[in-house]
């Protein structure tokens, strides 16, 4: 099978719809050369509606992080875009709901088996970092995120760039003064080297 014929395949996929409030719309992107990885939880309603991944505030926070543009950010050569679920799970009492488990059991060591030339993944909130990290994660999002450095130069966990986290931003200045620069030099070495 080839990345066109899986991603084609994913795109089809209905494999949980009859959980999905929405419907099914597999949102991510991925191309053989991509050499950076953002590993979201899964689509909020507006990515849903419009197929655009981080086509939202988090998207718009996430790309200050990065410091990047748009244009670099959508090129799946350049960055691969592939959250834990594919499809908009709903709306919970304390905002979206969980991604999907079958999303990642079914189709993402598939997808990531395609993008040999990942060198950095980003893992954002804490259902990424749950599969990324596996054993390695601290008991909470904060402390995992507080111990960047453990995990060495090929994988950075990040908080969910949300509005919803702006406490959470405020609360740990630590972020943005430490993890964002480190962020942003990993990603220009990649981009640029």
Request: glycine residues 10%.
């Amino acid at each position: 099978m080839s990345l066109t014929a899986l991603t084609g395949e994913i795109k089809r996929c209905r494999l949980c719809e009859p959980a999905l409030p929405e419907g099914a719309n597999p949102v991510f992107l991925a191309a053989a050369g991509a050499r950076i990885l953002v590993a979201g939880q899964a689509p909020g309603i507006r990515v849903h509606n419009t197929g655009v991944p981080f086509n939202d505030p988090s998207g718009d926070r996430l790309r200050q992080w990065m410091n990047v543009d748009r244009a670099t950010f959508y090129d799946p050569g350049k960055i691969a875009i592939i959250p834990m679920g594919f499809c908009y799970p709903g709306t919970g009492k304390h905002g979206d709901l969980p991604p999907r488990p079958e999303c990642a059991e079914t189709w993402r060591a598939k997808l990531l088996g395609f993008l040999p030339a990942i060198t950095l993944t980003l893992a954002i909130g804490q259902y990424a970092h749950r599969y990324h990290l596996g054993r390695q994660r601290k008991k909470n999002l904060t402390e995992t995120v507080k111990c960047w450095r453990c995990y060495g130069k090929n994988l950075l966990p990040l908080p969910h760039p949300s509005p919803r986290n702006n406490i959470w931003l405020k609360k740990n200045p630590w972020f943005e003064q430490e993890v964002v620069p480190e962020l942003q030099d990993r990603v220009a070495g990649l981009l640029n080297g």
